[in-house]
């Protein structure tokens, strides 16, 4: 497949300020490919991980107090980049798995996402670019993104 082929990109942001030669990539790559750009964000919601030490008052929902915050930073986002509401994604889920499932759900044929190449403790984790290079059924651009 020539690069002008690419129909529908889809680009997983985190919102870090790391993430902007990502953001520039995707630009160049939807101009070269004439292609739709769809940008996802995944809120990674742990309850047990709060359940220990934070006490919310009642009745607060912190998942979706979650998505709302990330909602509002991907409409942001959305408008800075020219990318329609529509195609400006925020769901709930594990990352990795969820870039996966919503890359297949648009039919997305080419995934961006960022890659640290950090070594040790996230080698052995797996980062994010390593679980959706493992699982996509389409292209993916590993982008390089500085460390924090
Ligand atoms: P990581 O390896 O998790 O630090 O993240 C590397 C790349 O994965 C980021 O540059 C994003 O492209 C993507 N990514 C990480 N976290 C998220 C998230 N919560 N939602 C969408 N994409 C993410």
Known sequence: MSV???????????????????????LAMRDLCGARLCLLHVVEYLPMAYSGD?????????????????????ATLGERLGVPAGDCHVEIGNTGHTI??????????????GSHGRHGLAVLLGSTARSVLNGAHCDVLAVRVPED
């Open 100 to 113: 996966l499932r919503v890359a297949e759900e648009l039919g997305a044929d080419l995934i961006l996402v």
């Open 54 to 74: 934070l006490v919310l008052p009642e009745g607060f929902d912190l998942e979706q107090e979650l998505l709302d915050v990330a909602s509002r930073q991907m």
């Open 4 to 26: 002008s082929q690419y129909s529908l990109i889809l680009t997983a942001v985190d919102f870090s300020a790391q993430s902007e030669n990502l953001i520039a990539r995707a």
